[in-house]
C-alpha cells in the first residue's frame, strides 16, 4: 500500500534541515537576499551530512532517500532559497558521482563535496546557444594522441555556484557527428589552467545563489576525470535532471509555504470589525486554494521521488511535478501579493523575496514548456 508517510530515516533527515535552518541559517536568511554567498551556511549544512543527503556515510553522507532528500531541500528553501539551490545542485553532482563514478573518483571529488572541504560543486550543461535544446551544445572535448588527457574548449552559462565550486561537471563533445550520444561528461578541477570565470549574473530573486558564466580554453582533462564511458554524458545529464526537478518542485513549495505563511501572520494580525481577514470569503477562497495547490503539488513531488527510490524510471513523474509544483509556487507567490498589506509588498520582506525567488523555479533544471516535451514524450512512448 502506498502511503505517502516518510519512515523514521526520512523524518530524521528532514528533522536535521529543519532545525539548521530554522536556527543558524534563519539568522543569516536576510544577508544572503542582500547578495551575500551563504558559503558558512553550506558548510554547515555539510556538518551535517546534508551535502549529500543520498551518499553513504562513510564518505561523509546521510545514505538517506531520494523522499528525504526532497523533504530536506523543502525545509531549507522555507528558510532560504538560495542556500537551497547551492545545495539542490551539489548534492545532484554528488548523486552523479555516486551513480556514475569509480571508487578512485569518489574518494578525490565525492568525498571533499560531502565534508565541506568543497564549498559546492556545479553543473555545467547550459551554453549561450544551448539551453533547452541541451544536446545541441558546443563546447568540445579533444583526446590527445597519447590518449591521456582531453582539452576542452567552450563557454558554458547560468552555472549556479560555478565560481566557488570545487568541482566542475562538465558536459562536452567528444564526437560532434554522434548527437546526444556524442556527449561526454567530465569533472572538472577548477584550478586548472584555461579555466576562466566570467560574469556574476545580477538576478531578481536567490540573490545569495552564485551565477556565473565559464570559460574552457583548452582546459586539460585527465582521462581519468571523464565520468562514465565516452558518449554517455547526455545521459548522465538527464539522469540527474530527472532527479534535480523533484529538488526544484521542493524548493517551490518551500518558497510557497515561506508565503503562505507570511500571508496567514500578516492577515492575523490586521483585524477589520474585529474579525480576521482571513474570514472574509474572498481571502478565505484565495487562502484554500493556494494551500490546496502546493499540497497536491507536493503528493507529486513525493511520488515521483519514491519511485526513483524504488528505482523506476521516473522522468514523466519528475516532470509532471517539478512544471506542477513550480507553477503553483508561482500562483501561491502572486496570490500572497495581492492579500499582503503595504508592508508586505518591500521587496525585503517575507512575501516580497518568496515572489522574487519563485520565478526561476519555472525555468532552470528545464523551463515548464521543456517538461511539457518530456511528459507528452513519454506518453507518447508508453502508448
Ligand atoms: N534518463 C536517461 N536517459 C535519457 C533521459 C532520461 N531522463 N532522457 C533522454 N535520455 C536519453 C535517450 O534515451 C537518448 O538515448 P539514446 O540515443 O541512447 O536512445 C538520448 O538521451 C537522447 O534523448 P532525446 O532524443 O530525448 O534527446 P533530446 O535532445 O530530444 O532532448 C529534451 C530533449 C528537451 C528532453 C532535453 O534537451 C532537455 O531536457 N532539455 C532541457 C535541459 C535542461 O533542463 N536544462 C537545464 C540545465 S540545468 S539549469
Redesign the pocket.
Known sequence: MMDFLPNADELRIQGLARSYARGPLAERAAAHDAGAFPTASVLGLAGFGLMGIKSPVALGGLGGTNVAYVLAIREVAQVCASTAVTMAVTNMVGDMLLQFGTAAQQERWLRPLLTGAFTAGA?A??EPSA?????SLGTKAVLSDDGNTYALTGTKM?I?SGDVAGVILVMAKTDADAG??GISAFLVDPASAGFSVGRHEQKMGLKGSSTVSLTFDGVKVPVEDRLGPEGIG??IA??A??G?RCGIGAQALGIAQASLDAVLASMAARKRDDRALGTDQAAAFRIADMATRMEAAWLMVLRASALKDAGQ?M?REAAMAKVFATEAAGFVTKTAMGLASAADLRTDSPIGRAYRDARVARI???TSE?QR??IA?ELVRAS
Open positions: 553543473f550543461l547550459t539551453g533547452s535544446d541541451a544536446a547560468w549556479t546526444a550520444r547526455f545521459r538527464m539522469t535532471l530527472d534535480g524510471r522522468s532552470y533544471e528545464g521543456v516535451i518530456v514524450r
